[in-house]
């Protein structure tokens, strides 16, 4: 069943990551800091397990508890679309799942810098998502060729009004996009395949070229990756 979207005029969606506000050397120190935290917990974590000490043993459980199911929601968006309430705002930032964050983060670094069009960058950056790549190829698409193509169109795409506001700006537009695409889809966040999508509802004149030329239309990804998904279930059905 479709999940219905909450009425506009009650509900207020933004899209906002200080992480995005932070300069590349901020955000890799953040990156490095979490995975050292990680670190540190899982040797704390086997410490207290194999600690003579009851309570530190009781602890150790807790805290092995607590990387399984980090490790069990990995990929997941922080919360899914079925918490967003129908009033007050909500920032979509914790919807995404993190390829999808990942994606927006790169390509608004490229933009910045290169004054590009974010659209193409996100595209270009979708395509080194396997699941993309998957897609694009059940519909007879070369990814190579794509990207050659991309990267022909960059260069054309260069825009004068390319400060961070309003690459912000465009950003925030093109989530809001992504996550009507996933509530008509009924997905449970908002996934790599609706922010593909979402570009072709961006007023944007390089990617619609870029589509128009390969002929793809809005969903055409996302049946793709259906398809692909039921074929490999059937397929382990079977055996």
Not at 148 to 174: C, F, H, N, Y
């Amino acid at each position: 069943m479709q999940q219905p979207s909450p009425p506009a005029d009650r509900l207020k969606l933004y899209f906002r990551d200080p992480r995005l506000g932070m300069t590349l050397l901020g955000r890799l120190l953040v990156r490095v800091s979490s995975y050292v935290s990680y670190l540190v917990l899982g040797v704390s974590t086997f410490a207290f397990l194999i600690s003579p000490v009851r309570g530190l043993k009781y602890l150790g459980v807790l805290l092995l508890l607590f990387l399984f199911d980090r490790l069990i929601h990995r990929g997941e968006a922080d919360r899914p679309l079925s918490e967003i309430p129908e009033t007050g705002q909500v920032n979509l930032t914790d919807f995404l799942r993190p390829s999808a964050f990942s994606v927006i983060e790169k390509a608004y670094d490229r933009s910045l810098i290169k004054k590009t069009s974010l659209s193409l960058e996100v595209i270009r950056q979708l395509l080194t998502l396997a699941e993309v790549k998957e897609g694009l190829e059940r519909m007879d698409l070369s990814v190579d060729e794509i990207k050659q193509k991309i990267d022909e169109l960059l260069p054309q795409s260069v825009k004068a009004d390319s400060k961070r506001e309003i690459v912000m700006g465009r950003i925030e537009t093109l989530v809001g996009k992504t996550y009507e695409r996933a509530v008509s889809s009924s997905h449970l966040f908002l996934e790599p395949s609706d922010l593909f999508s979402a570009v072709l509802g961006v007023e944007d004149e390089s990617a619609f070229r870029l589509f128009s030329l390969f002929g793809i239309e809005e969903g055409d990804l996302e049946k793709a990756m259906a398809f692909g998904a039921l074929k490999k279930q059937f397929s382990r059905f079977r055996q």
